[in-house]
């Protein structure tokens, strides 16, 4: 059974430029979150979905990050422009509060450059 | 303000011997606790949890302990093997997990032959 899906695992860009990170959950999962990993910050959450609705942001740092979930099997995290203080590792997590409760199952991560 | 905090950034301890790693909260409204062991260039993974009506839950040579006077809760690893090499979190949720979880920063932990 297929685990949480990112892409891209890494990139490197020049600031200023749009970045685009995506997610596919695991399937028949109703909640989708973005973490962010940082050596200062830990593992912040910055925001997550529960049946495609975002539920809270109040972790997005910036107006320079959206986040958005089209459908139930797909979620994007865009930060424009980028800056150096956003490199990172972007992971994405699911979970289904049937099956798993509490337990989220995160993806591999997005390693994010800005140079 | 980190509500979930774990203070020391890295263990050594040796093959065979017991591994405690600590964790403190500050709020009282979270009511279940979770560990995850990452390893390097990979998604952390869960490994033991426990709910706040209990004080102890076990799996294999994995033990977590809760003192809710305390704020307080700890992972013990028995036998400390090679494999368990990583850095290890410490999250919490509230309101049955509905918020997501919050993690601290981490404890790495480093298992010498």
């Known amino acids: 059974d297929a685990g949480v899906i990112q892409s891209p695992r890494h990139e490197v860009t020049e600031m200023g430029q749009e970045v685009t990170l995506r997610c596919k959950p695991i399937?028949?999962?109703?909640?989708l979150f973005w973490y962010r990993q940082t050596m200062m910050r830990g593992l912040e959450l910055l925001i997550y979905f529960n049946n495609n609705v975002p539920i809270d942001d109040s972790g997005m740092p910036e107006d320079r990050f959206s986040a958005k979930m089209p459908n139930a099997s797909f979620s994007t995290l865009k930060i424009q422009p980028s800056e150096p203080r956003d490199s990172a590792v972007y992971f994405c997590?699911?979970?289904?509060?049937?099956?798993?409760?509490?337990?989220?199952?995160f993806g591999e991560g997005s390693w994010l450059t800005v140079v | 303000d980190q509500q979930v905090k774990q203070n020391s950034p890295s263990l050594s301890v040796q093959e065979g011997r017991i591994s405690i790693l600590n964790c403190d909260y500050t709020?009282?409204?979270?009511?279940?606790f979770l560990w995850y062991k990452k390893y390097p260039a990979e998604g952390p993974t869960f490994l033991i949890s426990?709910?706040?009506?209990?004080d102890k839950n076990e799996d294999g040579r994995f033990t977590v302990f809760l003192n809710k006077s305390a704020k307080h809760l700890s992972l013990h690893i028995v036998p400390s093997q090679p494999g368990d090499s990583a850095v290890y979190f410490c999250a919490a949720s509230a309101r049955g997990g509905a918020d997501g979880l919050t993690f601290g920063k981490g404890t790495h932990l480093i298992i010498q032959p």
């Open positions: 997590a699911s979970r289904s509060m049937i099956d798993s409760g509490n337990t989220i199952y």
């Open positions: 399937s028949g999962h109703d909640y």
């Open positions: 426990i709910s706040s009506i209990k």
């Open positions: 709020n009282s409204m979270f009511d279940y």
